[in-house]
């Protein structure tokens, strides 16, 4: 609140006082009263008007510059209230109440979200778990029936994937830390998204290069088995018919971190949809080629990569290849003891 | 014949397990009441128990803590929670393994031999006729002298001499060699197997590996 909105404000005031000052010098003078008399009159009542004026500014501005210094710091404003003391002058008084009221509510309000969200991201976890009980026995049964059931254990296998995405879309938009990072050695991460598919692999003639993958990061195993899985599921998308496909994992390791390269020789991504698509429900020319994208995966990878503190990027050429590359920090100072 | 213990309340998963154990060899016992069922899991003499972590009453976590309070028997922890969490408290209270569900069957009997296998005592080398294994040198001894294999020559050596007498799948040993982090495709199997066989038969073994058609092979 500066000093000349203010003024402006409480110019009717001014002008009033002004005029009420002046008739009280005009008549004294006229009744007679000395020159001296009368200036003294003046000056005393300038000074009364002006600190009057003063304290009223400098008590308002005191409170506001306050409220507005609270508001700018602040990381959630609907908190502002509880962060400046109450002022002592009445329309003060009635906005802090309403700010009060309307940050209480809001907060409610945001308490009842996170509430139904959390609420809602448990029973999916436990709906998951749920539902992996039949489809388990499934597999079970197809693998009991011999070669019969193999037909069926590649669908049930699809349904168990698109499973395993609801439950890591719900784990990755949750603010709760439900992942514990410890060190993962990325042979067994991607060991075990490999076997799990292996026939799919085995039926594309996919081969597999690994190189360094004897190495440890900071990660959380299970998270990061999604994150591979994920990539590999992509790459099997998009292979082009033309050539042998092969996908490589490369990790390399630096001073102050691991990264892992992970690529593949398909029809890669266009260079005008690159940089897009860590994005949600963004598809681009290969997703309008292939009725199968939903633009889902790599967005919930990107979110999980950063929850985890792992940095990712994409680089590719058209009809050439795709590298998604992993960065994982390195900290010796923590180290998960088992 | 080893004996599998199933601590598993889903009777459907349940069914399909013991006759997959069944199928692979082994005697299955199961839980079926699950009040208390810790005095027969500990009266049950099983060389492997199959654990799984949402119990009625009790949860597998707390079960295999108090297992391990009196008994060294080695425990699969077998769980559809796919949370680091899980892992992390089975193995510190003392789990030989940790699989996640869905498994995919071959790859819970090959983790299950090969627990079986580590709970044994190996000090003594497998051998085949007359020929010393060194898995660690990846060599064979015999009269003949010494002959080395790659990784992956032995590493299907071995899984054939352990079932030796029987029919191994291609699709085992594929998922065998995978779980090693050899990620090999059909064709280098195929490549694999009959360099195998040409190596044991400079080494004074004929025919020691013979191919049943649409089945797998069979070390004699």
Redesign the interface.
């Known amino acids: 609140m500066s000093f000349s909105r203010f003024f402006r404000d409480r110019l009717p005031a001014v002008c009033i006082y002004t005029l009420v000052s002046l008739l009280t010098i005009i008549f004294t003078r006229a009744s007679g009263g000395d020159m001296q008399g009368v200036f003294m009159i003046g000056i005393i009542l300038l000074a009364g008007g002006i600190s009057i004026l003063l304290w009223d500014y400098l008590r308002r501005s005191s409170f506001y510059k306050r409220l507005f210094k609270a508001l700018e710091a602040a990381d959630r404003k609907y908190l502002v209230s509880e962060m400046v003391p109450e002022p002592e002058f009445a329309d003060g008084e009635a906005l802090y109440q309403i700010i009060s009221e309307a940050c209480r509510d809001m907060y409610e309000n945001v308490a009842k979200q996170k509430r139904i969200s959390s609420e809602f991201r448990e029973y999916i976890e436990l709906w998951?778990?749920e539902i992996?009980?039949?489809?388990?026995?499934?597999?079970?049964?197809c693998?009991?029936d011999g070669e019969a059931g193999e037909r069926y254990a590649l669908q049930?296998?699809r349904i168990?994937d698109y499973i395993?995405n609801v439950?890591f879309y719900a784990r990755s938009e949750n603010a709760e830390k439900?992942?514990?990072i410890?060190e993962v050695r990325l042979?067994k991460a991607f060991?075990a998204v490999?076997?799990?598919n292996?026939e799919a692999?085995?039926e594309r003639?996919?081969?597999?290069v690994?190189e360094g993958?004897d190495t440890n990061v900071m990660t959380?195993?299970?998270?990061l088995e999604y994150i591979l899985g994920q990539l590999l599921g992509n790459s099997m998308k998009y292979f082009r018919p033309d050539c042998e496909p092969e996908i490589s994992l490369k990790a390399e390791t630096f001073p102050d971190r691991t990264e892992l390269r992970f690529r593949d020789n398909g029809t890669g991504i266009a260079a005008s949809d690159l940089p897009y698509i860590f994005e949600k429900s963004f598809t681009g020319e290969n997703g309008r080629n292939s009725s199968r994208s939903t633009g889902m995966g790599l967005y919930i990878v990107k979110s999980l990569c950063d929850r985890l503190g792992h940095r990712i990027s994409a680089d590719s050429e058209k009809d050439s290849f795709t590298e998604i590359t992993i960065t994982f920090g390195r900290n010796d100072h923590i180290k998960f003891e088992? | 014949m080893s004996r599998i213990l199933l601590v598993e309340d889903d009777i459907p998963i349940r069914q399909e397990l013991s006759e997959l154990l069944r199928n692979a060899g082994y005697e299955d016992v199961c839980i079926t009441d699950f009040t208390d069922p810790l005095p027969e899991i500990l009266s049950s003499s099983a060389d492997l128990i199959l654990l799984d972590i949402n119990l009625p009453g009790m949860n597998g976590e707390q079960l295999l803590r108090e297992i391990r309070r009196s008994s060294q028997t080695p425990v699969i922890m077998v769980t559809s929670r796919t949370s680091e969490l899980d892992e992390v408290l089975s193995m510190s209270y003392g789990a030989d393994d940790y699989i996640t569900k869905p498994y995919n069957p071959t790859i819970l009997l090959l983790r299950i031999s090969a627990v079986l296998k580590r709970s044994r005592d190996t000090a003594v080398s497998p051998t085949y006729r007359g020929i010393t294994i060194d898995t660690a040198k990846g060599s064979l001894t015999g009269e003949n002298g010494e002959l080395i294999l790659t990784k992956n020559e032995m590493l299907i050596f071995r899984t054939l001499l352990e079932k030796k007498g029987s029919i191994v799948s291609r699709n085992e040993l594929m998922t065998m060699l995978w779980d090693n982090a050899e990620y090999i495709n059909d064709n280098a199997l195929t490549v694999n197997i009959s360099r195998l066989r040409t190596k044991l038969a400079d080494f004074g073994c004929e025919n020691a590996i013979e191919t049943r058609k649409k089945q797998g092979y069979i070390l004699l």
């Open positions: 998951v778990h992996k009980l039949p489809v388990s026995s499934l597999l079970l049964m693998h009991n049930i296998r168990d395993e439950l439900d992942y514990i410890k042979q060991g490999a076997m799990k292996m692999l085995h003639g996919v081969s597999i690994t993958l959380d195993s299970k998270w088992d």
